[in-house]
């Protein structure tokens, strides 16, 4: 039965996973910009502790908060010590009634005055439910002490008629930031997107079943291999070193028969050069081209097919490699000869 081949461009083999992971990294990269540049400072002030109800207090004046669809809340709070001081302190946020709605404890120590040597830093990110939530900011004084845990007290008879101990007043700086995205996530989350798209585009290259793996030192040579789906994709990949004074016109011609040796295709194509090696330190001259071809089929039906490869050119003084997969996934459109069977009797 007569056969006829055809050639065009299609995408129909393009594997699009890398893509989509390429995709994903981008994206969570405009999101680490869009991170940076998205978080409004609503308080950035210090206050100082005072006694109410026995306690060392600072309390700041009620906030509006807004729900936030991307990003949270974050406040902020650092204490000003003295040198060689612990405290422990309780960051609140208390609603309209008093009702404690966020908290956090902060055990805070330095060891000397440029705070190299400590640890200040209270931090707490939240979100609110409510479309609109006012609340206010109060830092709570649970503990401070000297180096050797002695509890520092203020003056009772100046700051309290009750007699009542109280600890001392320290200073704390307080921001509270709005649209704070945690960019470690973020982070993470482009290193494995990365190391994924990596591993998807070279997945791809690797896909399909090798039925031919042939290596030769000649200008052309015969393999033969049996395909199992006509409809998978099969790639017909061709590598050649020659001598590096051969004119860039040289032809690679390819021919496919099935078992009865009748001739499905025949055409010649011009080799496309990868590199070339040159020589050094002297003129720079060529010694060899690295060449190299693709053909891509699809088949008419299973069976054993015959591939004839041969370049018009007997310099080929090192070997030239055949690799025939068959079941492969492109990156890219691709040239496709298909090759059916004809109608005509």
């Known amino acids: 039965m007569p056969y006829i081949s055809k050639r065009y461009h299609s995408k129909d083999f393009v594997e699009y996973t890398p893509y989509y992971c ?41 906030i509006v908060l807004k729900k936030n669809y991307m990003g949270a809340h974050r406040i902020d709070v650092k204490p000003i010590m003295r040198n060689q001081t612990f405290l422990n302190y309780e960051i609140q946020l208390q609603d309209q009634t008093g009702k404690v709605v966020v908290s956090a404890i902060k055990p805070a120590w330095i060891n000397n005055r440029s705070a190299i040597d400590g640890d200040l830093l209270g931090r707490i990110d939240f979100r609110v439910s409510q479309r609109r939530q006012k609340l206010t900011p109060v830092i709570v004084v649970l503990g401070y002490f000297d180096d050797i845990g002695r509890p520092l007290y203020q003056d009772a008879l100046q700051n309290n008629s009750s007699n009542q101990k109280v600890y001392a007043n320290i200073r704390f700086r ?81 021919w496919v028969c099935d078992n009865n040796d009748q001739l499905f295709y025949h055409d010649e194509e011009k080799i496309i050069y990868l590199n070339s090696l040159l020589e050094y330190p002297s003129d720079a001259k060529i010694l060899e081209r690295i060449g190299n071809h693709i053909f891509y089929f699809l088949l008419p039906k299973p069976g054993k097919y015959t591939f004839h490869i041969r370049l018009n050119s007997h310099e080929c003084f090192k070997p030239t490699y055949l690799w025939v997969k068959e079941g492969v996934k492109t990156l890219s459109g691709v040239d496709i000869i298909e090759i059916t069977e004809s109608k005509e009797i």
């Open 22 to 62: 390429l995709g994903i990294h981008l994206f969570l990269w405009l999101v680490l910009l869009f991170s940076s540049s998205s978080p409004q400072t609503l308080v950035n002030q210090t206050v100082t502790t005072k006694v109410v109800d026995g306690k060392t207090v600072a309390k700041l004046e009620p």
């Open 174 to 254: 307080i921001k509270i930031v709005d649209g704070v995205i945690d960019t470690n996530h973020i982070w993470m989350g482009i290193i494995g997107t990365l190391l994924m798209t990596i591993l998807c585009f070279y997945s791809v290259r690797k896909t399909g079943e090798l039925v031919i793996e042939k290596d030769i030192y000649k200008n052309y040579f015969t393999a033969i291999a049996e395909f199992k789906d006509p409809n998978k994709l099969v790639e017909v990949k061709v590598k050649f070193i020659v001598d590096g004074i051969l004119p860039d016109n040289l032809l690679i011609s390819l």
